[in-house]
């Protein structure tokens, strides 16, 4: 395993992180239903690789995703690990509140501490939140009573946002989204410098595009050489710059751990060419000209109040341009509640990190398939 200093905290942390948002479930439609016995064996099996940054969340696997690394982390295995939870911002209604969730998560993750405490997914909305419930405080006080270590936290909005938050505060670290095809969304590679040149560690989620790229449209993978896979070029691209900390990636599969694991073991800054730079970015013109909508599959926005499966509905819709309609029609119609289920209620929307009007896309969705 290779290790990257991580800002200015002086700690190193292994270049992949293993992500616990995508554990193996039991039940497909029901993401509590993690499969423990299976989920459990992959972290710690990345831990016994060299993997040293174990993220979880309040919300992940609707509250469980948190339990079950607890247990995961148990035998030893908390001490060979870093641990990274984040605070779920939308449900602090007053400063008490920090305190409570907190110490709910350290009872969940069976510890006294967590290594990494983000505030989730940050916007406009919820920096807010942050300044009215005197959340830096909070966070301060955290550290100086030994329950986190350091404070950092993830993002979803627009660049200037991100760089209000980064300069706000004495964060330790940064989370973002990104990859070779966001590097204008979000934070994006501007946002990825700037928070590297203040001395943060930068983690980054969705290398791979919420699985976009790891199976890409026929036409990226034309431009992609054979030598290595998709999921390797997607990783390498950001494991390629000296500004990333560390890359996550939510393992489903004992394959996919074992795949990352051997791809992070030849991991290294600079180790693209200025051939496969080029490369990526033509990939990411072709992407770019396909991409509908550009769903990661997180599933923030389920379950929906009216029984629609909102990312297998825009799954479906993407396939018209990239598989084509006869086979996006297949997909649609496996689904038990159509676009035309949608009441625009826009729970949804509030909800997305992408910032997606859902609503006014299944009407699209509904013209497309009538």
């Known amino acids: 395993m290779q290790y990257r ?51 979880t969340a309040y919300p992940y696997h609707g509250g469980m995703s948190e339990v079950v690394v607890g247990k995961a982390l148990q035998d030893g295995y908390r001490e060979k690990t870093m641990l990274a939870t984040k605070l779920p911002v939308w449900m602090v209604q007053k400063e008490e ?20 405490y983000l505030l989730h997914a940050l916007n406009k909305d919820r920096w807010k939140t942050v300044e009215e419930c005197h959340l830096l405080k909070k966070l301060d006080e955290a550290k100086a009573d030994g329950r986190i270590r350091f404070a950092g936290f993830s993002f979803h909005d627009d660049l200037n946002t ?18 070779y095809i ?29 699985g976009k790229l790891a199976v890409p449209p026929l036409q990226v993978q034309k431009v992609l050489p054979d030598t290595k896979t998709p999921v390797e070029w997607a990783l390498d691209f950001l494991w390629n710059l000296p500004e990333v900390s560390l890359m996550l990636s939510g393992m489903s599969t004992m394959q996919q751990t074992q ?8 991991s290294h800054i600079g180790m693209l060419s200025g ?12 992407y770019d000209t396909m991409a509908i909508v550009p769903c990661t599959k997180c599933a923030y926005c389920m ?19 990239t ?20 009441r625009k209620c826009r729970h949804c929307e509030k909800e997305c990190p992408q910032h997606i009007e859902i609503s006014q896309i299944m009407t699209d969705i509904v013209k497309v398939f009538a």
Not at 187 to 201: E, T
Not at 259 to 266: G, P, Q, T
């Open 182 to 210: 966001d590097l204008e969304h979000q934070a994006g590679m501007q946002g990825l410098k700037y928070a590297a040149s203040k001395g943060l560690g930068v983690v980054i989620m969705e290398p791979l595009l919420g």
């Open 303 to 321: 379950p929906c109040p009216f029984g629609l499966d909102i990312p297998k509905t825009f799954e479906a819709y993407n396939q018209t341009a």
């Open 5 to 55: 200093k991580f800002g200015n905290t002086g700690v190193e942390v292994s270049a992949l992180g293993f992500g616990a948002m995508r554990l193996p479930v039991t039940d497909p439609s029901d993401s509590k239903s993690i499969d423990e016995k299976e989920a459990v064996r992959m972290i710690r099996t990345a831990i016994d690789n060299g993997v040293n940054y174990v993220d």
């Open 323 to 342: 598989k084509g309609m006869e086979k996006a029609k297949e997909l649609y119609d496996t689904l038990e509640k159509k676009a035309d289920a949608c």
């Open 97 to 116: 509140d920090f305190d409570r969730i907190l110490n709910e998560q350290l009872e969940k993750l069976q510890t006294d501490h967590v290594d990494f």
């Open 275 to 286: 051939e496969d730079v080029a490369m990526l970015g033509k990939a990411k013109h072709i």
């Open 162 to 179: 991100f760089k209000e938050i980064v300069d706000a505060f004495h964060w330790d670290f940064c989370q973002i989204q990104f990859n």
């Open 259 to 266: 795949d990352n694991l051997m791809y992070a073991d030849r």
